[in-house]
């Protein structure tokens, strides 16, 4: 509980010291001068991004979902098997 204070008050004492560089740029940040066009493309972006990133993690998953699956119906038919091959 001490680490998790001492970290969150690190962190605070940080971004308030930051926060009068930021106050001061003036609307101007890395890339240069924002205006309504640079922000409406950035966010058309972000809106394509967080479908496609759900997509191919969906794609992941399904896929690692479909091993374990036929790992498992693998490890029945050995078991069913085992069974047959019993004798007296």
């Known amino acids: 509980?001490?680490?998790a204070l001492a970290i969150a008050l690190f962190t605070l004492t940080a971004l308030l010291i930051a926060a009068p560089a930021a106050f001061?740029?003036?609307g101007q940040g890395w890339y240069?001068?924002?205006n309504d066009q640079l922000i409406t493309k950035s966010m058309f972006y972000v809106?394509?991004?967080f479908p496609v990133l759900i997509t191919v993690l969906s794609?992941?998953?399904w896929g690692l979902d479909r091993r374990k699956h036929a790992r498992?119906?693998?490890k029945k038919r050995r078991a069913?098997?085992?069974d047959w091959r019993g004798g007296w």
């Open 1 to 3: 509980m001490r680490r």
């Open 24 to 26: 001061a740029a003036a």
């Open 32 to 34: 240069g001068e924002s």
């Open 47 to 49: 809106i394509i991004f």
């Open 59 to 61: 794609l992941i998953q």
């Open 72 to 74: 498992m119906e693998a």
């Open 80 to 82: 069913a098997s085992a």
